[in-house]
T-cell receptor, first 109, second 113 residues
Framework: SQKIEQNSEALNIQEGKTATLTCNYTNYSPAYLQWYRQDPGRGPVFLLLIRENEKEKRKERLKVTFDTTLKQSLFHITASQPADSATYLCALDDDKIIFGKGTRLHILP | DAGVIQSPRHEVTEMGQEVTLRCKPISGHDYLFWYRQTMMRGLELLIYFNNNVPIDDSGMPEDRFSAKMPNASFSTLKIQPSEPRDSAVYFC???????????FGPGTRLTVL
C-alpha cells in the first residue's frame, strides 16, 4: 500500500529564510497531493492542493512542487516568519486520503 | 458557518467505560471522516461516510469501535469498552466532494486511565 514519508526531525529555519519541507511517497503517483498546517491543540488546516499534471502551485509566500519521477513533493515557505512555526502534513489520495506524520517547523527570530 | 464542531473537547475515562464522541459537519458537506492522531502513528483514517452511508471502515481498529451517522448533520464515534491504548486525539472532518479539501474540527482529546 502507499506510504508517505516526511522528515520526522524538526526543521529549524532562521526568520526571513526559505523553509523547504519534503514529502515522499512510495508507490504510484496520486491524482493530487495536499498540504496542511497543524498548530498544537488544533485540527489540520488545508493550505494547497497540487494535481499530478501540475509542476508547481503558489499561494502568497507558499509554493508546492510535484515531481512524479522522484515521487516527491516539496513545500516552500519564502520569507519565513515565526508565525509560520507549526507542523506541516502532506496528504495524498490512495482510494482514500492518507496523511504523512508531518514535519515540525520552527522559525527562529 | 461555525466550521466542524466536535464534543467533548476533552474526555477522561476509566478503562472499560463506554466513550461517545460527537461531530457536526459543515452544512452542505456530504463527506464525513473520523481520524485518530497519536505521536507514534500520526493521523489515521478510521472511517468515512458519504451521504450518511459508511463507505470505508477498514481503518477501524477493532469491534470495540463503531460509528454512526443518523443524519447529515450529526455523527458519533463510540468506543466500548475503552482501553488505555485508545488514548489519542480524535478528529472529525468534512468535505464537499471526495478527495476535496477536508475541514477538520478541533478534535477530542481522549485519555483512558
Amino acid at each position: 500500500s502507499q506510504k508517505i514519508e516526511q522528515n520526522s526531525e524538526a526543521l529549524n529555519i532562521q526568520e526571513g529564510k526559505t523553509a523547504t519541507l519534503t514529502c515522499n511517497y512510495t508507490n504510484y503517483s496520486p491524482a493530487y497531493l495536499q498540504w496542511y498546517r497543524q498548530d498544537p491543540g488544533r485540527g489540520p488546516v488545508f493550505l494547497l492542493l497540487i494535481r499530478e499534471n501540475e509542476k508547481e502551485k503558489r499561494k502568497e509566500r507558499l509554493k508546492v512542487t510535484f515531481d512524479t519521477t522522484l515521487k516527491q513533493s516539496l513545500f516552500h515557505i519564502t520569507a519565513s516568519q515565526p508565525a509560520d512555526s507549526a507542523t506541516y502534513l502532506c496528504a495524498l489520495d490512495d482510494d482514500k486520503i492518507i496523511f504523512g506524520k508531518g514535519t515540525r517547523l520552527h522559525i527562529l527570530p | 458557518d461555525a466550521g466542524v464542531i466536535q464534543s467533548p473537547r476533552h474526555e477522561v475515562t476509566e478503562m472499560g467505560q463506554e466513550v461517545t464522541l460527537r461531530c457536526k459537519p459543515i452544512s452542505g458537506h456530504d463527506y464525513l471522516f473520523w481520524y485518530r492522531q497519536t505521536m507514534m502513528r500520526g493521523l489515521e483514517l478510521l472511517i468515512y461516510f458519504n451521504n450518511n452511508v459508511p463507505i470505508d471502515d477498514s481503518g477501524m481498529p477493532e469491534d470495540r469501535f463503531s460509528a454512526k451517522m443518523p443524519n447529515a448533520s450529526f455523527s458519533t464515534l463510540k468506543i466500548q469498552p475503552s482501553e488505555p491504548r485508545d488514548s489519542a486525539v480524535y478528529f472529525c472532518a468534512s468535505s464537499a466532494p471526495s478527495g476535496g479539501t477536508q475541514y477538520f474540527g478541533p478534535g477530542t482529546r481522549l485519555t483512558v486511565l
